[in-house]
């Protein structure tokens, strides 16, 4: 069963970039998985952001597609995110996910980050 | 692209049966099979339900149960349990090559 664990810093300024990391266990970041991340802010609802696949495939939300990167460490079995210019409208639970279809399988514990001078 | 429309919130009684729905668009819902239903309980990871529109993961009770119509999908729950109450969402696969939520539904148990 594959296992997600985030990590990454919980206060990001504004203007800044977003950097996460999803650690990957029980499974491995070359398989067939597409790996992805969906967000939540605080008492809303899910976002998805985007996915990358190992064979160097990539698919972003329409909306954040400008200021959003996934990519994947094959050698660390990990992905990561990166989202540039943020603001506090990013301020959210970020999960790292895994799809083996047209959905979410498994799902990280999520991580808070906190967009904030 | 915007969010798939759900009720804020739903209610059934111990035992009985709630049905939540979630308008799309027919450039998701009413397009792909690809709509999946995850139940969210409060401090908690999602939790996927439904997937292709009415197919339950392993390890899910038969009391979930889904289906679409034109652009609305909609999950069932049967035999209402204590345990059921949470945040439901529905998922769909887009044209956008992206995937859209829905607003999200509060279940209570009576």
């Known amino acids: 069963q594959v296992q997600l664990q985030e990590s990454g810093p919980g206060l990001v300024k504004p203007s800044g970039t977003l950097s996460l990391t999803c650690a990957v266990s029980g499974g491995s970041i070359i398989s067939n998985n597409r790996w992805s991340w969906v967000r939540q802010p605080p008492g809303k609802g899910l976002e998805w952001i985007g996915e990358?696949?190992?064979?160097?495939?990539?698919k972003y939300s329409p909306s954040l597609k400008s200021r959003v990167t996934i990519s994947l460490d094959k050698s660390k079995n990990q992905f990561s995110l990166n989202l540039n210019s943020v603001t506090a409208a990013d301020t959210a639970i970020y999960f790292c996910?895994?799809?083996?279809?047209?959905?979410?399988?498994?799902w990280g514990q999520g991580i808070l980050v906190t967009v904030s001078s | 692209q915007s969010a798939l429309t759900q009720p804020p919130s739903a209610s059934g009684s111990l035992g009985q049966s709630v049905t939540i729905s979630c308008t799309g668009t027919n450039s998701d819902v009413g397009r792909y099979k690809h709509v999946s239903w995850y139940q969210q309980h409060s401090g908690k990871a999602p939790k996927l339900m439904i997937y292709e529109v009415s197919e339950r993961p392993s390890g899910v009770p038969d009391r979930f149960s889904g289906s679409k119509s034109g652009n609305t999908a909609s999950l069932t729950v049967s035999g209402l349990q204590a345990e059921d109450e949470a945040d439901y969402y529905c998922?769909?696969?887009?044209?956008?090559?992206?995937?859209?939520f829905g607003s999200g539904t509060n279940v209570a148990v009576l």
């Open positions: 990358a696949h190992h064979g160097g495939d990539t």
């Open positions: 998922s769909s696969y887009a044209d956008s090559k992206s995937y859209v």
């Open positions: 996910t895994s799809q083996s279809g047209w959905y979410v399988d498994y």
